[in-house]
């Protein structure tokens, strides 16, 4: 009999384990757009490293330096400043290419950067990251930023405001690659330029409009495109949707694919729609229809 209950109580948890990846495969576009919006809305006020929970962010060219510091407004609050050390200042940062060298305490440390953020707690709830972020077109410099848990943006934040989910904005497209993979420099929300690489066009139909939209690409690599992202405007722009453009991203099993799927129910606002903090491309390519789907224009705006 005991044999019998560790039987059965072994295919019970077999069951269990297997359960949330049966109902994952059993969501409808619908509820997968659903859960979607959820870790939208997590990643800018409820997780850890959210975006409205940044106080402050600084750009660093190579040979520029930045020092952090405090204070109450009303509550405790961090801000970077370009140049030499302010006193008091809780650490100071230079960009020595391709390095970082942090100053704390009077005592300085070097670190190696890449894309993956160098995380350095500082206090309860405050926490200091860097990171290497394109700085002028095809030329990365450092970026820092200061995470503080108590950030009223995150704790007042309401949500984002989408369109009704619409599966006629689910478009399958043909996938025409560009005859060579070029730089485009866009301008950005800070007045400077970002480049990326034109891969290709998603070509299709949509409300009887023809409709070839470039699709770009971080790499100029084939072999290291991973995923494409249209930066788009379209007869909503400035009115009910952000008058700068939206994005949206498609994730590739391979590069160059045949066809493509293109969700516009997940097209989202650029970061910079909410945060002063961030530098993002301003969309240049225009849709000629009225996208109603995905984020709307946030308030103020």
């Not at 619908?30 to 859960?35: F, G, L, P, V």
């Not at 997780?47 to 940044?54: N, R």
């Not at 410099?141 to 007042?156: D, I, S």
């Not at 904005?169 to 330029?193: C, H, L, M, N």
């Amino acid at each position: 009999m005991r044999l019998f209950k560790l039987a059965v109580a072994l295919v019970l948890a077999c069951v269990a384990a297997a359960a949330p990846a049966l109902s994952k495969a059993h969501l409808t576009p619908a509820q997968e757009w659903e859960a979607w919006r959820k870790s939208e809305n997590a990643g800018w006020s409820s997780e850890k490293y959210a975006l409205l929970k940044i106080d402050d962010a600084v750009y660093l060219k190579p040979g520029e330096t930045a020092s952090l510091s405090s204070g109450r407004e009303p509550v405790l609050h961090y801000k970077f400043t370009l140049g030499a050390a302010v006193a008091p200042a809780t650490l100071s940062v230079a960009y020595a290419e391709p390095n970082a060298i942090v100053t704390r305490g009077g005592k300085a440390k070097t670190y190696k950067l890449s894309e993956k953020t160098v995380h350095m707690p500082l206090g309860h709830g405050i926490e200091f990251g860097m990171k290497l972020a394109q700085v002028t077109p095809g030329k990365m410099g450092l970026r820092a930023f200061v995470y503080n848990q108590a950030n009223p943006l995150a704790k007042e934040f309401k949500g984002l405001d989408h369109f009704p989910f619409d599966p006629a904005f689910v478009i399958t497209a043909a996938f025409e690659p560009a005859a060579k993979i070029e730089g485009v420099d866009f301008q950005t929300s800070r007045g400077w330029y970002k480049r990326f690489y034109r891969a290709g066009f998603a070509v299709f139909t949509l409300e009887a409009k023809s409709v070839r939209l470039p699709l770009y690409s971080d790499s100029d690599d084939p072999k290291k495109i991973k995923d494409l992202s249209a930066f788009f405007l379209d007869d909503l722009t400035g009115k009910e949707t952000y008058g700068v453009g939206r994005y949206v991203n498609i994730d590739l099993k391979s590069f160059p694919p045949q066809k493509l799927t293109i969700d516009f129910n997940r097209a989202y606002n650029p970061n910079c729609a909410r945060s002063p903090h961030y530098n993002c491309p301003v969309a240049t390519d225009t849709i000629p229809v009225a996208i109603r789907a995905g984020e709307k224009k946030p308030p103020g705006h």
